[in-house]
């Protein structure tokens, strides 16, 4: 690894101690960004506002805890959202398109996150063969899943329609009693699109649709152009 090619974030915890993978009192995860990347190389705002919303209802829930969820991020880019619910307990399936950053992630964070917690997959969104119920990209039964994680993933409109679908799937089509968060950033050339996307699952009458209020987010890690959604069947 070149560090030419690498440059860091450093992400703090707002309470280390609720760090269940650690023996350590390290207080941060480190994530390598990469200068010259397509999309994927960075960590996005709307990761770590969602990120930080999920530590933040943790702690102010009294420390509702994250283990024994079972967390799978679409489109995990740096591998950083996957990374910091490890770091909380979950038991994540990390994918993109590419797994090469997110291993290299991994293996950066490694004193935090113990392997038992964390697995990686190659997941195409627009490859519907992948779609299995038995078990979701030779990971767990989709039955067992808990929690879906999309952050800063709908940009561009065959992408989307394949993350419209996915959740039908997930949730429509398989009844599966679980949840989706996608978090995503206003950009004026995708607006259409997106609202297209909230259409769509707003009209859906199988699926309830919340907006994340500002309450709810972390008083730091919240701005008006970052919004997260939470899906569920209804
Ligand atoms: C803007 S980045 C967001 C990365 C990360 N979620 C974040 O918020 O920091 C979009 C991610 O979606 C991934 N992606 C794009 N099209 C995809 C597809 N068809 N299947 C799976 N991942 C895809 C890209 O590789 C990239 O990592």
Known sequence: MSSEEYFE??????????????????????????????ESGVVWDASLMLAKYLEHGRSINCNKSFSNLSVVELGSGTGFLGIWMATLGSSVLLTDLNLTLIELNLKHNKEIVCCDYVQTAIFDWLDRTSY??????????LKHIDLFLISDCLYYKEGIDAIYQFIQWVLIDCRMDCQFLVSYEDRDDKAEMVQNFLELLANNKYLE?????????HPEFRSPDLHIIKIIHC
């Not at 101690?17 to 390290?26: A, D, E, G, L, R």
């Not at 299995?132 to 039964?141: E, I, R």
């Not at 649709?209 to 987010?217: A, H, M």
Request: hydrophobic share 35%; glycine share 0%.
């Open 132 to 141: 299995q119920t038995d078990k979701f990209l030779n990971w767990k039964p």
């Open 9 to 38: 974030r450093v992400i703090h915890f707002d309470n280390p101690q609720f760090n269940i993978s650690t023996s350590t009192s390290i207080d941060s995860i480190r994530i390598l960004q990469k200068y010259d990347s397509d």
């Open 209 to 217: 649709v919340t907006t994340i209020v500002n309450d709810q987010l």
